[in-house]
Nanobody
Framework: QVQVVESGGGLVQPGGSLRLSCAAS?????????ITWYRQAQGKSRELVAQ???????TYDNSVKGRFTFSIDSAKNMVYLQMNNLKPEDTAVYYC?????????WGPGTQVTVSS
């Protein structure tokens, strides 16, 4: 059974950094079609932040390009999102999504709050 759990969120001042982690169990990374970080701010729709496809190509939303870095450690079944120079508009619940063929697996999310 595939399980996904995010961690690493918290309260940070503008300009600060956080590293989110996503632990994926019950899955072989080579079988994954895509791994995606999404976020959802209060009152807004969920939006894609960064995505890695099956061949390792990574794309970022324009709003985070140059500030966020997506990485994986397939030996540990871990996915990371390094977030630097955080802005108040980055405040949201961040979700890790793993897609295997047509099935999506979601974690419960981790809250990131950027405020002074």
């Amino acid at each position: 059974q595939v399980q996904v759990v995010e961690s690493g969120g918290g309260l940070v001042q503008p300009g600060g950094s956080l590293r989110l982690s996503c632990a994926a169990s019950g899955v072989i990374f080579s079988s994954i079609n895509a791994i995606t970080w999404y976020r959802q701010a209060q009152g807004k729709s969920r939006e894609l932040v960064a995505q890695r496809n099956s061949v390792g190509y990574i794309t970022y939303d324009n709003s985070v390009k140059g500030r966020f870095t997506f990485s994986i450690d397939s030996a540990k079944n871990m996915v990371y999102l390094q977030m630097n120079n955080l802005k108040p508009e980055d405040t949201a619940v961040y979700y890790c999504n793993i897609r295997i063929v047509t099935k999506d697996y979601w974690g419960p999310g981790t809250q990131v709050t950027v405020s002074s």
